[in-house]
């Protein structure tokens, strides 16, 4: 058993007296292109790793729920028939999850939990979607409720956004719950559909580097590209009836009117057009075992993030810009919504600790930040231990 396996079950016994009926794993994400598709109805490209939300779990006979928080050392215990919102702010999550399967119709008893992870907070690898996917899935598992994995995701996504009180997409639970070993995840943020690509890595790893910081405009900024994408979607909605988002636009119409937007409106379009084409490329690149282009891909979208959406910021682009002289890396780009947080750099294995130690060495002196970085490798999705 894995040692954070093996303490979240100890404390389990400790707490409770007893082995647990269950022991689930729930995986952060990562992705690797596609940035800010996602409300563009474009596509998106993550996948489950290494880091994770381990749950140990029994079902009761009543409607109690006792959960503990690992990693906080904190714990509450709440009814099923009174869901409301305490002090204790991580309950959000459990409570948000329990009351969509109760709104499904599912019969649910109560349950006794511990749960914790490795996931580092801030990273943007979306500790709060592994523990909404495990925490279902445990359920699901446990009650033999018969709920199908899209399903899961889906109640997730209500449940941050409903209770949690979080306007998140969909992509984080997909990826908690859907990821595969060895694999990326092409989702359709319109359709929902998907598709596995295989991502190799006996070669290459990923790594991500924690700019520590988060600059402040980035709420009103967020909020502000979208309206400048629907801006542009409204201009040429009035030449293609067809046009319902930017997905729907080719490069060839965009630019057809490029003189009735105004230089911003248009810049942001371009990105948008061109990196919902770009994860596309970046899927035929893998199909082929490519990860040079697949790398050069990565650098376009950070070029495009910087100088056209322009939601980067100077610690994003100076860690971009260091990679750029070292063979060893194939690929590197911010990852997220932008102004802080990670960049996600793929480094080829062999020269991992000669990268750390350069990146870690050029940050320190150009900021005064220890650099955190993080390397990760892409696993399963939610699964069962135990």
Not at 187 to 204: A, T
Not at 341 to 353: F, H, M, P, R, S
Request: glycine share 8%.
């Amino acid at each position: 058993m894995e040692p954070l396996t093996q303490s979240i079950v100890d404390r389990y016994r400790t707490l409770f007296g007893a082995d647990p009926s269950l022991i689930v794993r729930s995986p952060g994400r990562i992705n690797l292109i596609g940035e800010h598709t996602d409300y563009n109805m474009g596509f998106v490209l993550p996948a489950a790793i290494d880091r994770e939300m381990v749950f140990a779990i029994s079902p009761r006979t009543d409607r109690l729920c006792r959960a503990y928080a690992f990693n906080l050392e904190r714990e509450e215990t709440f009814s099923l028939d009174n869901l409301t919102r305490s002090e204790e702010r991580w309950t959000y999550y459990l409570k948000g999850v329990i009351d969509q399967i109760l709104q499904l119709g599912y019969d649910l008893k109560g349950c006794d939990v511990v749960f914790g992870g490795n996931i580092p907070l801030g990273a943007g690898i979306s500790s709060s979607a592994a523990l909404e996917a495990g925490f279902s899935f445990a359920l699901n598992e446990i009650f033999q409720l018969g709920i199908d994995r899209m399903t899961l995701v889906r109640l997730c996504q209500r449940a941050e956004n409903q209770f949690v009180g979080v306007n998140c997409g969909i992509m984080d639970m997909f990826a908690s719950l859907m990821g595969a070993e060895d694999a990326v995840i092409r989702l359709d943020c319109r359709s929902l559909d998907y598709e596995y690509f295989p991502f190799r890595q006996e070669e290459h790893i990923l790594i991500l580097c924690d700019t520590g910081v988060k600059h402040s405009l980035g709420n009103s900024e967020y909020n502000t590209r979208r309206a400048e994408c629907e801006r542009g979607v409204a201009l040429l909605q009035a030449y293609d009836a067809s046009v319902n988002s930017l997905r729907d636009v080719s490069p060839e119409l965009l630019r057809a009117h490029r003189d009735e937007f105004d230089e911003v409106t248009y810049r942001r379009c371009e990105y948008m057009v061109e990196e919902i084409a770009r994860v596309v490329a970046a899927c035929e690149d893998l199909k082929r075992d490519d990860l040079v282009s697949f790398g050069k891909h990565m650098y376009a979208t950070h070029y495009g993030l910087q100088h056209k959406y322009e939601v980067s910021c100077p610690e994003l682009d100076f860690l971009v810009d260091q990679t750029r002289n070292q063979p060893a890396v194939l690929g590197a780009r911010m990852m997220g919504g932008g102004f802080g947080g990670c960049t996600i750099n793929l480094v080829e294995k062999t020269a991992a600790d000669a990268f750390l130690e350069t990146m870690k060495t050029a940050y320190q002196a150009a900021f005064g930040i220890e650099l955190v970085c993080h390397k990760v490798v892409i696993r399963q999705g939610t699964s069962v231990v135990r």
